[in-house]
Structure formats: structure tokens, C-alpha cells
């Protein structure tokens, strides 16, 4: 039985099932515990040792951490504290034997076995991934099909943290040579500043991103919630390990392993009833696209009182080397911005590792579920206002500086 047989016959016990027979299978012991017990493991997978010679070991000249490493007796492995779940080095191997960390089958048994809700974290990208005329209400009820309570848009926290970063560059940015680089989309991007440009994380404001700040908020309303965050990136499940972060979303799941449950499942969320409840405003839907972030801080900057003699003059960069471009020029001041987004897929998170289409096709639907929001950015969205009440924060200083939830320490 290959590994991706082991996989699919898994899976379609824990959804007819309700449980797994691993007994009754025969598989690698390796296989089988990385199934069940991913958490255990590093984010990429070998499928079967790797004894490749160091000429053609593209895997580690891929990865931009060098986490892959030789063991003593000759073969590679991953180390899982440089790991950053980026996936390039499953792209560059030649022969096929490494595969993305797969949380299917906890994350099922968690929805089944909850003492508490269960909420569906979906990442802005999701619009038109699972088919194109799956609107947010029938994927809101294919997920509750599955047995989740709800589906919550982290659109919603993009329009909290465009504010904050908006906020934060209000307070800062006085001189034509201050800048500012974003802090909550791609953590990617903040790995490489973190590890590699460390000298430059003062101009990091720090804030959580918005996957984090939603797992933070639905545990914060409801303590014994399950939060399983949905997306494009084999990166979150990274984030979501990090020390400083864990514990705000339980799984994450990327789109791919969410069509392969409701494949499994027998669930066709286009056929299904809408169940609507669209918060976001333009600001955070259009974060899953190059610019997106930099047009939601730039437009809420300009909204804020009084007029600014500095505007917000922004630069974007796609792809780990454009990424690392600009930071270069940053580092040697060759730059005319002050506000810098880095994303580490090529246009963003519509191109990430794990999407169900192509690019393009995601950033049109991302531009179109923008250009639909009723609300411009998260200053006219009185969601966020209500939010940020619920939390307890009254004034602007208190969401700046006493938001623990939404407070990264770098």
C-alpha cells in the first residue's frame, strides 16, 4: 500500500467511521504514526530514507533555512526547529519522496470528539477554491455538515490588524526615512527577517497575524473552543507551532486537505443552502493578494485625522528572492518607500503551495469578494468596533498597547 493509498483509506474510515482501524492495515509504522500523530513530526515528510549524494540533493539547496539536514548514517532528514513549512524543498526533489504534514485525521477526531465548539478558521484566499459558484454561505454549510459549529472569515482579523499596523504607522513614521515593515501576513516573510535580517525587526511592528488573532479571539469568547484554521499555506501549520503562538488554533488544514474530507465525506458544498454572514470589509478579503496588505494599511492611513504631511508610499515583493531583493535594498537604502510587504508565494497567498487553482484565477476572485464588501476598510466596518468592544479595548491606546491577543513580542 503506497502512502497516498494509506492516506485515502484513513481518511474515508474516519469519516464513515467515525475512528480509524490501524490495526488492520498494512503500512509503514512510519506512515501510519505520521497520520495519526503529525504533531509529532516535522512539517515535510520523507517517504522512504533518503540517501541522495550531496550533488543532487536539490531538496537542501531549495530551502531558504537549511533544514535539511544529514543524518550520521548518510540520510536526509528535516530539522523541525528550522523548518518553516515554506515547501520548496517538496518542489525541488526530483524523486518524489517528500510530502506536506497532513492534519486530517486529528483534526476530524477533535470535531468529533469536542466538548466545546468548533469553529472553521477560513483564510481570505478561499473564495472560488473548492468550485466557483461555492459561495461563503454553502461552504459555511458544508462545514457544518461535518459537525462544526460555525465558519468565522479571518478576513475579519485582517481588517483588526490593517488598523493596527495603520495605527502603528500613524504613531511612528515622522521622517522621509522611517519605514515600517508589515508584521501580519506571511510568515514567511517574518522568518526570513527574524533568522536572517534580524537588524531590521524594529521596523517590525509586532502583531500577530490574522489566523492567530482569530484562534485568539473565538478561544478568548468561548475557552473550550476547537479552532481549525483552513488555507493555502503548509507555512501556518509552522506558525501555529511556535512557541509564542500555540494554543490559539488547534489544526490547521489546507484547502487541498479540506476537498480531500469532503470528497471522503460525500459533501458538495455548491449543492448546498447558503448560511451568510459576511463581517469583513475590502481591507482584509484583498489580504490574500500581492499589494492587498499595503493597499489596506495605505487606505486606512489616509482615513485617519488628521491629514499627514508623510503618506504611506508602499513596495511589495512576491517570492522568496523579489523578497529578499528588497530587503536588500532596504539594508542599503536604495528604496523610495516607507511601508514594505513581503509574501512568500509568488502573488501571495492565492499562490500558495496547497490552493485548488491557479493564481490568476485566485486573485480575480479575491479582487471580485473585495469589490463586494459593503465596507471600504475597518474604520467604516462597525464589526470591528463591536468586536474590539467585546474584547474590552474602549479606546485606541488600549488596542495598541494592552492587546495581548493580538501583541506579538518578536
Known sequence: MTFEELYRTMLK??????????????????????????????LVWPLNPCTCPKEETHCAAACLFDAIVRRDDGTLAVDPDRCSGCGACIQACQSGNLTASRDVLPALDAVKHAKGPVYALIAPAFLGQFSTVVTPGRLRSAFKLLGFTGMVEVALFADLLTLKEALEFDRNIHTETDFQLTSCCCPMWIGMIRKLYHELMPHVPGAVSPMIAAGRTVKKLHPDAVTIFVGPCIAK??????????????????????????????????????????????????????????????????????????????????????????????????????????????????????????????????????????????????????????????????????????????
Open 237 to 410: 501549520k509552522a506558525e501555529a507551532r511556535e512557541a509564542d503562538l500555540a494554543g490559539a488554533v488547534d489544526y490547521v488544514l489546507t484547502f487541498q486537505e479540506m476537498q480531500d474530507i469532503f470528497q471522503a465525506a460525500d459533501i458538495h458544498p455548491e449543492l448546498l443552502e447558503e448560511s451568510e454572514r459576511d463581517h469583513s470589509s475590502r481591507a482584509g478579503r484583498i489580504y490574500a493578494r500581492t499589494g492587498g496588505v499595503s493597499e489596506a494599511v495605505r487606505t486606512t492611513v489616509a482615513r485617519l485625522p488628521p491629514e499627514r504631511p508623510i503618506q504611506v508610499r508602499t513596495r511589495q515583493a512576491d517570492g522568496v528572492p523579489a523578497c529578499r531583493a528588497m530587503i536588500e535594498d532596504i539594508r542599503s537604502g536604495q528604496h523610495q518607500a516607507n511601508f514594505f510587504e513581503g509574501m512568500g508565494c509568488t502573488g501571495g497567498c492565492v499562490g500558495g503551495p496547497k490552493v485548488l487553482l491557479d493564481r490568476e484565477t485566485g486573485r480575480e476572485n479575491v479582487d471580485r469578494y473585495g469589490d463586494e464588501a459593503e465596507f471600504s476598510t475597518p474604520l467604516d466596518n462597525p464589526y470591528v468596533l463591536k468586536l474590539l468592544r467585546l474584547l474590552g479595548f474602549d479606546t485606541v491606546e488600549e488596542f495598541l498597547e494592552q492587546s495581548d491577543i493580538f501583541i506579538r513580542h518578536f
Open 13 to 42: 474510515q474516519a469519516v464513515e467511521k467515525g475512528s480509524v482501524q490501524a490495526d488492520d492495515l498494512e503500512a509503514s509504522a512510519g506512515h501510519l504514526d505520521c497520520l495519526l500523530h503529525p504533531q509529532d513530526h516535522p
